[in-house]
């Protein structure tokens, strides 16, 4: 198997190991070298240019909670262009590359909105309608002017409204508040529905309508009760009680003349207390509900622009991983002594970070690079998977391959096959970072977020089906003019994901 390689660190670390080796081989016995030929690896690895962890800090890619204001929304605008840009640039598609760019202009926009947009929403027969009738009177004489908009009843559950509770909850994520009505007490599905809300950063006032069929003590109950389930997710001014349509009272009105007149009097609209928790906010942060709309939509674009450029990406890693698997089977092949292709390895995974780095604009020195190499590694120690890996495919090996192939292509086929879980979790990975709009390198990984993504991708590249067929394709690449092997069962080839 005939492959350029025309990368330093693969030069360099393949060549070393290959030398060690010769070296060693000199010896009448491995026993004559002993602990001296595996400490000599380690050592002139770690010596050389190795495991360099010292010369690269870690970054923490938690972000830090900030106030939300203009700047931080104009931030997350040019970040979302970033994105278009490197979109146009690796894929090239005018089209969609011209309407992402109206959208962005249509973001930018609405920065300077004035009008502040509300959502009316909740479940049936909890007074939405009236709710928004009386309040356009009320605000009808403020300088401040609202767009109050209802939405379709949610939690209906039949088939016909489903389009209509989606269209809800769209209509209510893009408006700068949420009035979100209910006649009573929470039940589970109105909670979690407002949880969901609540973490997209919506802003919502709880509004118990219909409190004029409550008796006056019985509202104070409710009232509480709400209060007290919104605990963490609003506060306590932000659930208000009101009576949008209250109910007629029957008047009885004795006459001198001894007779009794009754009727039904109507009663006004009570919403003294959202009115003025709406004049409140308004007052207080009208703006920063347009900011935090605006930003609601830049998240979603700009998750729509990353997840496009990701498959574009993807596209162009798949075969490099490929390419460093096949590698890295040939390295651990050639090696008869299982402990020097300690730097053939890392070497080749080492120049896979640093390639796949480059098509996820995550810039990595040498030094970062190997030292991303050592961290892989170490997490696929601790995580148990370098040995369930050998075993699995020693066994497929030992079932199914001739004999002759057996003692090095446990090693090579292991090596090809933790290669290829390196690459994809890098993939997953890197899929989350944010680009780097400077060219400088060093960005050190998340271990903590790594070990889930790898956890992750060796739990999907597990299935019987794929190893036997990665395995098959492996021998096939170590030993290619020898007959391919008959596997039993069902078989998938190994480019799978």
Same mark, same amino acid.
């Given at each position: ?73 104009? #931030? ?246 490929? #390419? ?174």
């Amino acid at each position: 198997m005939a492959v350029k390689l025309r990368q330093p660190i693969l030069v360099g670390g393949v060549s070393l190991s290959f030398l060690l080796w010769l070296l060693q081989s000199w010896h009448h016995s491995v026993g004559q070298v002993g602990e001296f030929g595996v400490l000599g690896v380690m050592a002139l690895g770690a010596g050389f240019w190795l495991f360099q962890q010292k010369n690269s800090k870690e970054i923490d890619f938690s972000r830090e909670s900030v106030p939300l204001n203009r700047e931080t929304v104009e #931030k997350a605008i040019a970040s979302c262009e970033t994105l278009i840009n490197h979109l146009e640039t690796e894929a090239g598609n005018p089209e969609t590359i011209s309407q992402l760019r109206q959208q962005v202009t249509q973001l930018t926009t609405q920065l300077n909105r004035q009008e502040l947009q509300i959502a009316v929403t909740g479940g049936k027969s909890v007074g939405k309608t009236a709710v928004v009738q009386v309040l356009e009177s009320i605000w009808s004489k403020q300088p401040q002017r609202l767009t109050l908009k209802e939405t379709p009843a949610l939690f209906i559950n039949t088939d016909g409204d489903v389009t209509a509770e989606s269209l809800a909850k769209e209509v209510a994520l893009a408006s700068d508040l949420v009035l979100f009505v209910t006649a009573g007490d929470l039940t589970d599905t109105e909670l979690q529905s407002l949880r969901q809300l609540r973490a997209t950063n919506q802003r919502i006032l709880l509004v118990f309508n219909k409190q004029d069929q409550y008796l006056p003590t019985e509202r104070a109950t409710v009232l509480q009760q709400l209060r007290q389930r919104m605990t963490g997710l609003l506060g306590a001014e932000d659930v208000v009680a009101i009576a949008s349509s209250p109910a007629s009272v029957k008047v009885r009105q004795h006459q001198p003349d001894g007779s009794v007149q009754e009727w039904m009097e109507p009663q006004s609209p009570d919403l003294t207390l959202l009115s003025g928790r709406l004049s409140q906010l308004v007052a207080q942060g009208g703006q920063q509900l347009v900011w935090a709309t605006t930003n609601r939509a830049v998240v979603a674009l700009k998750t729509e622009v990353k997840t496009e450029l990701n498959k574009v990406r993807r596209d162009r890693a798949l075969p490099l991983i490929e #390419k460093y698997q096949w590698i890295a089977a040939a390295a651990a092949f050639a090696n008869p002594v299982p402990a020097l292709d300690i730097l053939a390895t890392a070497a080749i995974s080492a120049q896979l970070v640093k390639d796949l780095g480059e098509i996820y604009q995550q810039k990595f020195s040498l030094s970062q690079a190997q030292s991303a190499a050592k961290t892989l590694g170490t997490l696929m120690l601790k995580l148990g998977l370098v040995e369930l890996s050998t075993q699995t495919v020693g066994s497929i090996l030992k079932s199914h391959v001739v004999t002759y192939v057996a003692g090095g292509a446990v090693q090579g086929v292991s090596a090809a096959y933790l290669t290829r879980l390196a690459g994809l979790s890098l993939i997953e990975y890197f899929q989350e970072q944010e680009i780097s709009q400077t060219t400088a390198t060093g960005q050190p990984f998340n271990i903590e977020r790594l070990g889930q993504k790898l956890q992750s991708v060796f739990q999907q590249n597990q299935r019987v089906a794929f190893l036997q067929g990665f395995v098959k394709q492996a021998v096939g690449h170590l030993a290619p003019k020898s007959p391919q092997p008959e596997l039993t069962g069902s078989e998938t080839g190994a480019t799978a994901a």
